[in-house]
């Protein structure tokens, strides 16, 4: 298990972005891919977007492709997910998450969890 701290949410008008940070608390961290999932009101989790533990191989799902962007400092223990021309419907509690597969692709793949950050998205 690592711990897994965000920082970066908050409220912001449509089309405007954010910039979502994560810090991870272990000695081995590139020994994990990373992720982001989310979870809105009334809503399962789904994933929002991974990273390999090299940080060479990147994926989002569908909807955020070519708007969100997911990156890691592997010197500083940290993945970031960069947000932009954000949309209403992106409203949602966002969680950092780690995984030891190497490229998860859903929120039943990781095993680590932070607490949520909470991104609101005004129309």
């Known amino acids: 298990q690592v711990q897994l701290v965000e920082s970066g949410g908050g409220l912001v008008q449509a089309g405007g972005s954010l910039r979502l940070s994560c810090v991870a608390s272990?000695?081995?961290?590139?020994?994990?891919?990373m992720g982001w999932c989310r979870q809105a009101p009334g809503k399962d989790r789904e994933f929002v977007a991974g990273?390999?533990?090299?940080?060479?191989?990147?994926y989002y799902r569908n909807s955020v492709k070519g708007r969100f962007t997911i990156s890691r400092d592997n010197a500083k223990n940290t993945v970031y997910l960069q947000m932009n021309s954000l949309k209403p419907e992106a409203t949602a509690i966002y969680y950092c998450a780690a995984s030891t597969r190497y490229s998860p692709d859903s929120a039943a793949d990781f095993a680590s969890w932070g607490q949520g950050t909470q991104v609101a998205v005004s129309s």
């Open positions: 990273i390999t533990w090299g940080g060479g191989t990147t």
């Open positions: 272990t000695r081995t961290f590139t020994s994990y891919a």
